[in-house]
Each structure stands twice: as structure tokens, then as C-alpha cells.
Nanobody
Framework: QVQLVESGGGLVQAGGSLRLSCAAS???????MGWYRQAPGKQRELVAR???????NYAGSVKGRFTISRDVAKNTVYLQMNNLKPEDTAVYYC?????????WGQGTQVTVSS
């Protein structure tokens, strides 16, 4: 079992930045770690993911603006979000995936005002 706790969400103006953190209760070195988001009335979507080897991939809508990283020693994954847009408004969830195990955090709200 892995508990994930997100933090760092909040209200920011368009063009601003936020950094989300996801603290895991145990080592994440073998896990694929991801950030997902869900806006009201929409399905949850993948924002960014980092593999156990450190490879990353991003949704097209955030590429060049968001950066996912991890600190294995701290069991923490980050999502640096720059040049935020109103359409980035959503609840952001951290995910840890190591087949067949899959864990979710409780989410953190990000609101971007225009």
C-alpha cells in the first residue's frame, strides 16, 4: 500500500506558476508516477508521467509549460506548472503505478483566473 498526499494547489492568475508536490508513504523508485487532472464535467486526463527510469511524457496541452520531476530520496514527485491558463483549472491528482498496484492521492485544486 502507498499513500499519496498532494499539496501546492491554489488560486493563481493566468500566466502565473505553481508547483505541486506529491509525497508518498514509501519508496517510489520502481513506480511510474503521474499527475492527472479532472475539470468539472470532464474526464480525468493524464497531464504528465515519469517512469522508474526517469523518462517523461506530457499531454500536448501542457508540453513546454509543465515539468514533472521526482526526488527518490524524499519519495516525492513534483509538477512545476508555468504560464498557467484558465483551462488548466482542475483538481490535480497524483498517481503511482506498479502493475498490478495502482494508487491515487486525494487531489489538490488548481484554479487559474483570467
Amino acid at each position: 500500500q502507498v499513500q499519496l498526499v498532494e499539496s501546492g494547489g491554489g488560486l493563481v492568475q493566468a500566466g502565473g506558476s505553481l508547483r505541486l508536490s506529491c509525497a508518498a508513504s514509501r519508496s517510489i523508485s520502481l513506480y511510474f508516477m503521474g499527475w492527472y487532472r479532472q475539470a468539472p464535467g470532464k474526464q480525468r486526463e493524464l497531464v504528465a508521467r515519469i517512469t522508474s527510469a526517469g523518462n517523461t511524457n506530457y499531454a500536448g496541452s501542457v508540453k513546454g509549460r509543465f515539468t514533472i520531476s521526482r526526488d527518490v530520496a524524499k519519495n516525492t514527485v513534483y509538477l512545476q506548472m508555468n504560464n498557467l491558463k484558465p483551462e488548466d483549472t482542475a483538481v490535480y491528482y497524483c498517481n503511482a503505478d506498479l502493475n498490478p498496484h495502482n494508487y491515487w492521492g486525494q487531489g489538490t485544486q488548481v484554479t487559474v483566473s483570467s
